[in-house]
Structures are given as structure tokens and as C-alpha cells.
């Protein structure tokens, strides 16, 4: 599964399985939840005021 992130950097990290909507997901250690979304999925949402696919507000979080 390819994702809107791609590492590059930090990537000695433990890594896990998660369930996202009924799909697995690769997460690794130390990632926020959105890190881990948008490594595994292109987009987080569909947009309510148009048409179109979001990947997050800011992403100042991850």
C-alpha cells in the first residue's frame, strides 16, 4: 500500500500492524496516528465543502 508520505529518514524503528477501516496498515514506533495514516492511505477524507479527497488539515502534527 502506498501512501501521500514516504519515509526516509528514522527508519530503524519497531514496526506494527494496525487495522484502519478494515485495512492493515504499517506503523511504527514513535509515528503520531496521522504519520501512520498518511504513510498507508493517499488521503484522510473527503472534503464536506466541495468535491474532492483531503489529507489533513495542516499536518502540523506529524
Do not use: N, W, Y
Amino acid at each position: 500500500m502506498s501512501g501521500r508520505f514516504v519515509r526516509v529518514a528514522e527508519k530503524g524503528h519497531r514496526t506494527f500492524e494496525i487495522v484502519i477501516d478494515g485495512k492493515r496498515a504499517l506503523a511504527a514506533e514513535g509515528d503520531t496516528l496521522m504519520v501512520t495514516l498518511l504513510t498507508s492511505q493517499d488521503t484522510l477524507r473527503d472534503s464536506e465543502f466541495g468535491d474532492g479527497r483531503r489529507a489533513g488539515f495542516c499536518v502540523v502534527g506529524a
